[in-house]
T-cell receptor, first 114, second 114 residues
């Protein structure tokens, strides 16, 4: 596709359930990033992939959060035992190199935990 | 650690008014600096960037100059339009390591009225 694609666009889940969020980066982009945007706050870095490896996982809030990337392409962010404070917009971005090249963002997945 | 501080919004202006959105940063070395924009209902997109001191980034009539001495990257536009209404994010990318991991400010909402 032409841009970064994220699915689902909206997800409502009950507290305690697990959720999976998917990101399809721009074809050929080696770097992939997950961010979280909470109401009234800026974008919070979660994790960064270069290829299939994650050199920086420092932003994952707890061990309930994990992410993987396969084939140097699609990435999945998994949140286990969701809590209400996990409600946010989860943004994925990709870039063509690990250096200071622009990030291309998807439209995000709005997660609501009830 | 790295941080970005930008003026709080919302900023409300009349069409054709002059715009300044302040942004200052804290970082070691010489980071790259960015402004991203999020139009209503859309994903974040790069507006402009500057990769070294005294560089001026410009796009769509917006400008920002990388000021090392004041650690600032203020966004300016001489004459705003209604279509500029959006949320603007200042961000930095570290000079070494960290891939292209961006640290974002909290965003400034701009509303332009006729």
């Amino acid at each position: 596709g032409a841009g970064v694609s994220q699915s689902p666009s909206n997800k409502v889940t009950e507290k305690g359930k697990d959720v999976e969020l998917r990101c399809d980066p721009i074809s050929g982009h080696t770097a992939l990033y997950w961010y979280r945007q909470s109401l009234g706050q800026g974008l919070e870095f979660l994790i960064y992939f270069q290829g299939n490896s994650a050199p920086d996982k420092s932003g994952l809030p707890s061990d309930r959060f994990s992410a993987e990337r396969t084939g140097g392409s699609v990435s999945t962010l998994t949140i286990q035992r969701t809590q209400q404070e996990d409600s946010a917009v989860y943004l994925c971005a990709s870039s063509s190199a690990a250096g200071p090249s622009p990030l291309h963002f998807g439209n995000g997945t709005r997660l609501t935990v009830t | 650690g790295n941080s970005v501080t930008q003026m709080e919004g919302p900023v409300t202006l009349s069409e054709e008014a002059f715009l300044t959105i302040n942004c200052t940063y804290t970082a070691t070395g010489y980071p790259s600096l960015f402004w991203y924009v999020q139009y209503p209902g859309e994903g974040l997109q790069l507006l402009l960037k500057a990769t070294k001191a005294d560089d001026k980034g410009s796009n769509k009539g917006f400008e920002a100059t990388y000021r090392k001495e004041t650690t600032s990257f203020h966004l300016e536009k001489g004459s705003v339009q209604v279509s500029d209404s959006a949320v603007y994010f200042c961000a930095l990318s570290p000079s070494t390591g960290g891939g292209n991991k961006l640290t974002f400010g909290t965003g400034t909402q701009l509303k332009v009225e006729l």
